[in-house]
């Protein structure tokens, strides 16, 4: 199974963005816990939000309240969308998986990850 993100770029803050992973697997994304993570320049990967099989949602505190994440099941993707984005917004973005009920808060529990999408924001 491949998963392929896109969406991202360059945007000033303010803005809104929606990033996209799309599974190779018809049924993937209803099997797996579905994640984004994010890699910023010097710092860890660290997850921004997740959602599980039965659609709970988790997003990090530095998104809640700006960010929502959703599934498609026609097109087998997994959206992010992230308003009012911020300088501190900035860096890659990725789209990972496991196949557990209860989606894990550590990077190292999603075994399959895509190639990730770069986004940008400037001041």
């Known amino acids: 199974v491949q998963l392929v993100e896109s969406g991202g770029g360059e945007m000033q803050s303010g803005g809104s963005l929606r990033l996209a992973c799309t599974a190779s697997d018809d049924s993937f994304i209803r099997r797996h816990c579905m994640s984004w993570f994010r890699h910023a320049p010097g710092k860890e990967r660290e997850l921004v939000s997740t959602?599980?099989?039965?659609?709970?949602?988790y997003y990090v505190d530095s998104v809640r309240g700006r960010s929502f994440i959703s599934k498609d099941y026609a097109v087998k993707t997994v959206f992010l969308r992230l308003n009012n984005v911020k300088p501190e917004d900035t860096g890659v973005y990725y789209c990972?998986?496991?196949?557990?009920?209860?989606?894990?808060?550590?990077?190292?529990?999603?075994?399959?990850w895509g190639q990730g999408t770069q986004v940008t924001v400037s001041s």
């Open positions: 990972a998986a496991v196949r557990a009920w209860r989606c894990p808060v550590n990077k190292d529990e999603f075994d399959i």
């Open positions: 959602m599980a099989i039965d659609g709970t949602q």
